[in-house]
């Protein structure tokens, strides 16, 4: 096992190091006294996958060893299939993906670093059996037809469709940052590939109390889901931030554009209501936007819930905190407060 199966744990390569070294799975989630250090890891990659769209470790500064991060992508794999939580799978699926992504592209730009192991673009092509599919061009890829149009399917169909793009010989032409995008769907299919699984009652019994753990943290997350009142002046200082920088000239990182989403969609704006209050007249961010909130608003549980205002922070989003955000930890409860505080108001919407 080393750091690169750790950081890209779906691999191949990860899950033969995982087969080689012939860990019982049964006895590490069935340990008795303290957790074992994979499952603790493993709750913690479920509970951020679901809270806060990253698998990174939580911001708290706990870190574990190479073997437990390794092994905890089979166990989440197990608690996000006990969980019952609407769209937990899809939604650690993405999770999965989207920090991969942040770490493949940072490796791609970082090959020279003799500091840190990295994964090439041609080794993760060849690991999803996509080394004959994608040819490098001079200042971009082509993709063979079948394979973009697989690995497109779910992304926004303004930009993806067929119709739009050049094809040649079979072979569609993408630039560098969009086979990114189509490795991020790659990585996405495999991870919820065969999920939720049908676990063994043995691993199940020996996962309970992670399994409580996790339901009973979204369910006991500190607001309360029914919002349905549009009224911006009472938003957190982070939300009307990101609003203005949103109807501005600023162009939002996909991280940002996740969290006020997210609020937008938990306080109950479909996809028009979206696009409307944020000012939104780019037809191609429009599209992304709009599969965006299509994917967070199957229902409005906490797994759905913008990230806490420890992740805000850590994105540096948290921005010009005053009292009120002083007595909460999550900007959907700042809301709810400033909400029950004043009383009647004119939804937005109703102007
Ligand atoms: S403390 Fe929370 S609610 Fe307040 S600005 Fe920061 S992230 Fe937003």
């Given at each position: 096992?080393?750091?690169?199966?750790?950081?890209?744990?779906?691999?191949?390569?990860?899950?033969?190091?995982?087969?080689?070294?012939?860990?019982?799975?049964a006895?590490?989630?069935?340990?008795?006294?303290?957790?074992?250090?994979?499952?603790?890891?493993?709750?913690?990659?479920?509970?951020?996958?679901?809270?806060?769209?990253?698998?990174?470790?939580?911001?708290?500064?706990?870190?574990?060893?190479?073997?437990?991060?390794?092994?905890?992508?089979?166990?989440?794999?197990?608690?996000?299939?006990?969980?019952?939580?609407?769209?937990?799978?899809?939604?650690?699926?993405?999770?999965?993906?989207?920090?991969?992504?942040?770490?493949?592209?940072?490796?791609?730009?970082?090959?020279?670093?003799?500091?840190?192991?990295?994964?090439?673009?041609?080794?993760?092509?060849?690991?999803?059996?996509?080394?004959?599919?994608?040819?490098?061009?001079?200042?971009?890829?082509?993709?063979?037809?079948?394979?973009?149009?697989?690995?497109?399917?779910?992304?926004?169909?303004?930009?993806?469709?067929?119709?739009?793009?050049?094809?040649?010989?079979?072979?569609?032409?993408?630039?560098?940052?969009?086979?990114?995008?189509?490795?991020?769907?790659?990585?996405?299919?495999?991870?919820?590939?065969?999920?939720?699984?049908d676990v063994p009652e043995e691993l199940a019994a020996g996962l309970a109390?992670?399994?409580?753990?996790?339901?009973?943290?979204?369910?006991?997350?500190?607001?309360?889901?029914?919002?349905?009142?549009?009224?911006?002046?009472?938003?957190?200082?982070?939300?009307?931030?990101?609003?203005?920088?949103?109807?501005?000239?600023?162009?939002?990182?996909?991280?940002?554009?996740?969290?006020?989403?997210?609020?937008?969609?938990?306080?109950?704006?479909?996809?028009?209501?979206?696009?409307?209050?944020?000012?939104?007249?780019?037809?191609?961010?429009?599209?992304?936007?709009?599969?965006?909130?299509?994917?967070?608003?199957?229902?409005?549980?906490?797994?759905?819930?913008?990230?806490?205002?420890?992740?805000?922070?850590?994105?540096?989003?948290?921005?010009?905190?005053?009292?009120?955000?002083?007595?909460?930890?999550?900007?959907?409860?700042?809301?709810?407060?400033?909400?029950?505080?004043?009383?009647?108001?004119?939804?937005?919407?109703?102007?």
């Amino acid at each position: 096992m080393n750091a690169l199966h750790a950081r890209y744990p779906f691999l191949s390569a990860a899950r033969e190091a995982v087969r080689e070294a012939d860990v019982d799975v049964a006895a590490v989630v069935s340990r008795e006294g303290d957790r074992h250090p994979a499952v603790e890891r493993a709750v913690e990659r479920v509970r951020r996958a679901l809270m806060d769209g990253t698998v990174r470790p939580p911001e708290d500064g706990r870190r574990w060893g190479t073997s437990a991060e390794l092994l905890s992508y089979p166990v989440a794999r197990l608690l996000v299939s006990l969980l019952d939580a609407p769209g937990a799978v899809d939604k650690y699926a993405r999770a999965e993906a989207d920090t991969a992504y942040d770490t493949f592209t940072y490796d791609f730009d970082h090959q020279d670093d003799r500091t840190r192991e990295t994964i090439s673009l041609d080794a993760l092509l060849a690991d999803f059996d996509l080394g004959d599919d994608v040819e490098r061009r001079r200042e971009s890829y082509a993709v063979a037809v079948g394979t973009y149009l697989s690995l497109a399917a779910d992304l926004p169909a303004y930009e993806w469709r067929l119709a739009s793009r050049r094809l040649a010989d079979g072979r569609v032409t993408v630039s560098e940052a969009e086979l990114h995008e189509l490795l991020r769907e790659a990585v996405e299919r495999r991870v919820a590939s065969d999920l939720p699984l049908d676990v063994p009652e043995e691993l199940a019994a020996g996962l309970a109390a992670e399994v409580d753990e996790l339901e009973s943290s979204f369910t006991d997350a500190d607001f309360s889901h029914d919002i349905d009142t549009l009224a911006p002046s009472l938003f957190p200082p982070c939300m009307q931030a990101l609003v203005e920088r949103a109807r501005g000239d600023d162009r939002l990182p996909s991280h940002s554009w996740f969290s006020l989403v997210a609020f937008l969609t938990g306080i109950g704006l479909d996809a028009d209501d979206v696009l409307s209050f944020c000012e939104v007249d780019s037809p191609s961010l429009a599209d992304r936007l709009r599969y965006r909130v299509e994917r967070l608003a199957d229902d409005g549980s906490a797994q759905y819930a913008p990230p806490s205002c420890a992740t805000m922070a850590a994105y540096g989003d948290c921005v010009e905190k005053d009292g009120r955000c002083e007595t909460i930890t999550h900007p959907m409860a700042y809301y709810e407060d400033a909400l029950a505080e004043s009383g009647d108001v004119t939804d937005w919407r109703e102007r």
